[in-house]
């Protein structure tokens, strides 16, 4: 399962709950294309937001988006134009423009930064920049964000529902970031420069030493350093790998390869 996958679904606390609002919708247009709704025509703030709760419930995110927004354009001093713009967020980020969902959020937060909803606004923050983490390969600027947004959420908030999720994704991201420093290693390994394929090793153990990747950066060390001429560094690398993975396949690698290359220095 991807990353993105295990995010699609964000908690919807009680912001959902405004659009619920025994509000009469005498005057929605439910059955209107979606141009002609979000086309500007002045309506009471009433009727317009149940327009948009009216397009969500449809499945039709984007266009709900649209009318939150108009909304708060055309009624920005109302107490709806507060829901709605969190709304709006929320509804860009079922329509998987993550750009326009962290806008919307971020607009909220600095106009009503104690507003009780703000704990959700930075979550879904937090959720856009995770939505959009790249695999390995690619540049990981948005994994970055991702583990910062994640962070401030724990951070701020880590009394809340958000922040215990927030802990399981931001796990996620720094295996993913982990990933990131071993494709890198690896190419550097790869084409001999074993120093420099070192240093991205070291990252992980140091920095990601909780994720899935850490035996085999520890392996990789081994092999790096038993290349640069220096089996004592390769020996202590085997031996944090033994004593803290025992029966794991990288250490029996390990193991292997200091019999083989550096008989005189035990592996552990």
């Given at each position: 399962m991807t990353l993105q996958a295990l995010g699609r679904h964000p908690l919807?606390?009680?912001?959902?709950?405004?659009?619920?609002?025994?509000?009469?919708?005498?005057?929605?247009?439910?059955?209107?294309?979606?141009?002609?709704?979000?086309?500007?025509?002045?309506?009471?703030?009433?009727?317009?937001?149940?327009?948009?709760?009216?397009?969500?419930?449809?499945?039709?995110?984007?266009?709900?988006?649209?009318?939150f927004d108009e909304v708060e354009r055309q009624h920005p001093y109302s107490p709806w134009a507060r829901r709605a713009q969190l709304m709006s967020s929320f509804s860009y980020y079922m329509a998987r423009d993550y750009a326009k969902s962290i806008q919307a959020a971020q607009?909220?937060?600095?106009?009503?930064?104690?507003?009780?909803?703000?704990?959700?606004?930075?979550?879904?923050?937090?959720?856009?920049?995770?939505?959009?983490?790249?695999?390995?390969?690619?540049?990981?600027?948005?994994?970055?964000?991702?583990?910062?947004?994640?962070?401030?959420?724990?951070?701020?908030?880590?009394?809340?529902?958000?922040?215990?999720?927030?802990?399981?994704?931001?796990?996620?991201?720094?295996?993913?970031?982990?990933g990131k420093e071993m494709e890198v290693g690896r190419f550097y390994e790869r084409s001999g420069k074993w120093?420099?394929?070192?240093?991205?090793?070291?990252?992980?153990?140091?920095?990601?030493?909780?994720?899935?990747?850490?035996?085999e950066a520890l392996y990789r060390l081994v092999e790096c350093y038993l290349s640069l001429g220096i089996p004592e560094e390769a020996q202590k690398a085997a031996a944090v790998l033994g004593n803290n993975y025992p029966g794991n396949e990288w250490y029996e690698r390990a193991f292997k390869l200091m019999n083989s290359k550096a008989p005189g220095i035990h592996a552990s």
């Open positions: 919807r606390l009680p912001l959902l709950a405004l659009a619920t609002l025994s509000i009469g919708l005498a005057g929605c247009a439910g059955g209107n294309k979606t141009k002609k709704d979000v086309a500007y025509v002045a309506r009471d703030v009433d009727t317009l937001y149940m327009a948009a709760k009216l397009r969500l419930d449809q499945g039709d995110a984007k266009a709900a988006a649209a009318l607009r909220f937060l600095s106009i009503h930064p104690g507003n009780k909803d703000a704990p959700y606004a930075y979550y879904l923050v937090a959720l856009c920049y995770y939505e959009r983490i790249s695999d390995v390969t690619r540049d990981q600027k948005d994994t970055q964000q991702a583990l910062q947004a994640l962070n401030e959420v724990i951070r701020r908030y880590p009394a809340t529902t958000y922040a215990t999720d927030a802990k399981v994704k931001l796990d996620l991201v720094n295996d993913h970031l982990a120093l420099a394929g070192t240093m991205r090793f070291r990252a992980v153990v140091d920095k990601y030493q909780q994720t899935s990747h850490t035996p």
